[in-house]
């Protein structure tokens, strides 16, 4: 080989060298608030894997559907999940116009703040409350409702808005997938109708890629001549465990590649991703930082991770380990 050839061989590998530290920076800065760890690499391979043109694991832009639950792996939902603090405040501002609901179980606990006893009503408790506080008015009265208790809210420890406590390193990872042509969806337990009220606004995610529980509707004439959809008491889909795969393809049509949870109650939705052909990828939000957030998983109440923790250690997901893979955890946070 002559020193001019050895040259222009030493320039190109020099050129490939740089790009590729080049990408690998463009990447590490996609994702700021994660540690260089484990989790983190995970996600760069899986997403290099498959948008990278020509590469057997390529994907197509169109069959890159990336679903995540919303509770607990998008935003707070310690200690009671959002929708239910907003139906506990939706029962005490209602109760002036039922004065029966003082001596009407369940209400008359959650007037009295007596959890314990609402606890004891169990599902048809929890039921008849869903029903007063979504029931009954129009989508778009109901969306309204959502809206202004959103901008009042605060949550009891953080005194913040709840629409402040979502994951900044999540919204990152939002951002970063649809930036290499994913599509992203919610998938939760969470009512629909309540999702889409701050779904866009929050994580850039639109109504119509937010799969939810659902309530049947009614097509109605309203008092200005103009239709209306009424929501009604009855229960059409609830989007939880066995429920999300249902959901995914009843709204979706397409297995995802990947998916984001962090309960029990996602367990089949990544059991599901898994199944499908080519790579795949399945993560769970471990909640471990008491300090920044919360510390719970086998024994919670709320977001129990206990089967699916120990699946995903068996199959090899990945498991986000909150306080040792994220250095920051709400976009308020220094």
């Known amino acids: 080989m002559t020193s001019t050839s050895f040259m222009r061989t030493l320039r190109r590998c020099l050129s490939a060298a740089m790009l590729l ?38 994907v197509p832009p169109a069959e890159r559907i990336a679903v995540f639950d919303n509770d607990g792996t998008l935003w707070i939902e310690q200690p009671i999940y959002v929708q239910f603090a907003f139906a506990l405040d939706r029962v005490k501002a209602l109760a002036p116009k039922h004065p029966e609901w003082k001596t009407t179980p ?24 869903m029903a007063a506080t979504h029931a009954g008015m129009t989508t778009e009265q109901f969306a309204d ?7 009042k809210a605060r949550h009891p420890r953080f005194q913040r808005p709840y629409e402040e406590l979502v ?18 969806f919610i998938v939760s337990g969470g009512g629909v109708e309540f999702m889409r009220v701050f779904t866009e606004k929050v994580y ?37 465990h066995a429920g999300k795969p249902v959901g995914i393809q009843r709204f979706i049509g397409r297995r995802p590649i990947l998916a984001f949870g962090n309960s029990d109650g996602d367990q089949q939705m990544l059991e599901w991703t898994a199944a499908g052909a080519g790579p795949r990828f399945m993560g769970l939000v471990h909640h471990t930082d008491a300090e920044r957030e919360y510390a719970y998983d086998r024994a919670s109440h709320i977001g129990r991770l206990d089967k699916a923790l120990d699946e995903a250690k068996a199959r090899g997901w990945t498991v986000v380990d909150m306080k040792q893979d994220w250095n920051k955890v709400f976009p308020i946070d220094k």
Request: no cysteine; hydrophobic share 50%; aromatic share 8%.
């Open 145 to 151: 409702t959502v809206a202004q208790w959103l901008a």
């Open 204 to 240: 850039g995610i639109p109504p119509e890629q937010v799969v939810g529980s659902t309530g049947q509707l009614a097509f109605k004439m309203g008092s200005d001549g103009k239709p209306v959809l009424l929501k009604l008491a009855q229960i059409d889909l609830v989007d939880d």
């Open 21 to 58: 530290v080049a990408a690998a920076v463009a990447q590490a800065q996609g994702l700021p608030s994660w540690n260089d760890g484990a989790a983190k690499q995970a996600i760069l391979k899986f997403v290099a894997d498959v948008t990278t043109p020509g590469a057997p694991t390529f």
């Open 106 to 129: 369940p209400f008359d606990a959650i007037l009295k703040g007596d959890m314990k006893a609402f606890a004891a009503s169990g599902e048809k408790g929890l039921m008849q409350v």
């Open 167 to 184: 994951y900044q390193p999540m919204l990152e990872l939002l951002a970063y997938l649809r930036e290499h042509g994913f599509k992203t």
